[in-house]
């Protein structure tokens, strides 16, 4: 499993001192209007740029899904004429939206030398839409060649791994443009002025990645000198793209908004620190105040163990899923990518060792947890689709 990546860099500068272009320089009319109803105001034109296409990922990825539901209506084997419409629509939705990367892409090349502090960040996000485009293009190359009638079968087969494969890729471009804004913002000494309704997930109603951003601010700037202890556990859900290739995105979705539920419950409501966090598709966060990395490694045990006889059941369909945990105290160096960089190789430490385990870091590298023994009772969660 790949290692998460890091955000697009931001390189430190006097942003008075720098020319940067508003972000309403030449912006395209289509995305003035997203911004001025679905987006935080944008400081600069790479802010802007990261911003529609942060929206913009997102409805393309409502599109995929689309396709992937009509796709997952047909009786197996449907007919060959019902794929080869899926297949069109497919090739349509992937085309228009290669059309808006190759545009954003061309504004952001068009204003180099004019973007200050942030041409580095502009340069970086240009090359992630050109590595996506290259992406789509296999893709689309690979339906050119599909042969429907020959084995209809296989060519189901073939477009729901390609459907797959690019509902991954819109989720890996959205999480990246969620964490490219949160470091603009960041640079920008803007996160304290995010609306509450911006800070929070849609699909599970817990902070988000701007969310965590905020708290983390909250906590240092209470506590300047660093003296108070904190950490944090990523929760990363195991095998979440099989399930997405099993049962589609859609039900997937419902799933984690069920097991998000689930995580937020097993936080504790006694001290008013605590809270968890939905880092991106299946990965969550527990921001744990006033805990060391040892105590913190203990409540990730008791809730992986909860989860691992837990059965989360949704539309009659039961799921047992496991979870890798990374445990990591926060540092007083630690910024939010540093911490995040750190908990993300813990992750893959875990993944790589068998998955369904906690890892820990406290501070001289990975050490795998000891795990106690909570005797977690058997259970049966239902979920509302």
């Known amino acids: 499993m790949p290692a998460a990546p890091l955000p697009i860099p931001i390189a430190p500068a006097n ?175 803007k996160i304290h002025t995010l609306e509450r309704k911006f800070q929070l997930d849609g699909l599970t109603g817990l902070l988000n990645r701007f969310g965590l951003e905020f708290l983390l601010e909250q906590w240092w700037r209470d506590d300047p000198a660093r003296q108070r202890l904190v950490s944090c556990v990523q929760v990363d859900l195991d095998r979440i793209s099989k399930l997405n290739d099993r049962h589609g995105a859609r039900q997937i979705d419902s799933l984690l908004a069920g097991v998000a539920r689930w995580i937020d419950a097993q936080v504790r409501r006694d001290r008013g620190c605590d809270c968890a966090v939905r880092l991106s598709g299946q990965s969550f966060l527990l921001f744990l105040g006033d805990t060391g990395a040892r105590s913190a490694a203990s409540a990730a045990e008791r809730i992986r163990q909860n989860l691992k006889v837990t059965t989360f059941e949704l539309d009659e369909e039961p799921f047992d899923l496991t979870a890798s945990f990374a445990v990591a105290e926060i540092q007083k160096a630690d910024n939010s990518v540093t911490l995040l960089s750190r908990l993300s190789q813990l992750v893959q430490q875990a993944k790589r060792s068998g998955r369904d385990r906690s890892i820990l870091d406290e501070g001289s590298g990975p050490t795998p947890v000891e795990p106690p023994n909570f005797q977690a009772r058997a259970r049966t969660v239902h979920l509302d689709a």
């Open 15 to 189: 942003l008075d001192a720098e020319p940067v272009l508003e972000p309403d320089a030449e912006l395209p009319t289509d995305w003035l209007a997203a911004l001025e109803t679905e987006a935080p105001e944008a400081g600069n034109f790479v802010e802007a740029s990261v911003q529609v296409l942060r929206l913009e990922v997102g409805h393309y990825r409502s599109r995929l899904l689309g396709v992937d539901d009509l796709l997952r209506t047909f009786d197996s084997p449907p007919m060959a004429d019902d794929l080869q419409a899926i297949a069109h629509e497919l090739c349509k939705v992937n085309q228009d939206w290669l059309h808006k990367q190759a545009d954003a892409a061309a504004h952001l090349s068009d204003r180099r030398g004019s973007l200050g502090a942030f041409e580095g960040a502009a340069l970086e996000l240009e090359n992630v839409l050109l590595d996506q485009a290259a992406q789509i293009e296999t893709t689309l190359s690979n339906l050119s060649t599909l042969t429907i009638a020959a084995d209809i079968d296989e060519a189901g087969k073939q477009l729901k791994r390609e459907l797959c494969r690019l509902i991954d890729l819109a989720h890996t471009l959205r999480d990246r443009m969620s964490d490219s804004l949160v470091a603009i913002m960041a640079a920008e000494k």
